[in-house]
């Protein structure tokens, strides 16, 4: 296994649509086998909650998703979950926003509008077909990591860029406003 060099915004690799995977093949793909186990260890090394196929250059519909216990409030967490050729149907509810940041947009995070739930079906790693709903904090992930096979970063989905800023300072105010509650009490 090898860790992969991550794509940066303003590559064009990041905004070319991923091909889909033969369905098929996936269990004897082995070029698609060494990508997923890369894509792991690349995501563990790097520290984040998701990796999609395009941000290590590879052009195949391939995610990984997770949500930590911690993150996204008090939302279930959810174990590394990989998705082959991942189709979302998202719930018509009204989207909400959530702080989002991007392995290929390092130090940066934005407030995204993302829909709350989404029932999602595609392929594992074995070729087996799967599907599930997902809520919270993993829908948003989810929705992040299939935008990447569509060539979209969440900067190109944010409304409002005055929630848009380096974590640095974000988190600076964020610890502000925390001591200041404290003071309050
Ligand atoms: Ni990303």
Not at 64 to 80: E, F, I, S, V, Y
Not at 90 to 117: F, H, K, M, Q
Not at 148 to 174: S, T
Request: charged fraction near 25%; proline fraction near 7%; hydrophobic fraction near 45%.
């Amino acid at each position: 296994m090898s860790i992969l060099k991550i794509a940066r915004m303003g590559h064009p690799v990041l905004l070319q649509p991923a091909q889909a995977v033969e369905a098929a093949a996936i269990a004897a793909d082995r070029s698609l086998q060494t990508l997923i186990d890369d894509m792991i260890e690349t995501l563990a090394d790097a520290g984040g909650v998701g990796l999609a196929a395009p941000q290590v250059y590879a052009g195949r519909r391939v995610i990984l998703a997770m949500a930590p216990a911690g993150r996204g409030d008090d939302d279930a967490p959810t174990p590394l979950t990989i998705l082959v050729n991942p189709e979302l149907e998202l719930a018509p509810d009204e989207p909400r926003l959530g702080w989002e940041g991007c392995l290929s947009i390092p130090g940066l995070r934005g407030a995204v509008p993302r829909a709350p739930s989404l029932r999602y079906h595609g392929f594992d790693r074995s070729g087996q077909a799967v599907e599930g709903v997902a809520e919270g904090f993993f829908a948003r992930v989810l929705q992040h990591e299939v935008d990447h096979l569509d060539g979209v970063l969440y900067p190109m989905r944010m409304a409002d860029f005055r929630y848009f800023g380096f974590d640095e300072e974000l988190n600076r105010l964020e610890a502000e406003a925390r001591a200041a509650e404290r003071n309050e009490a």
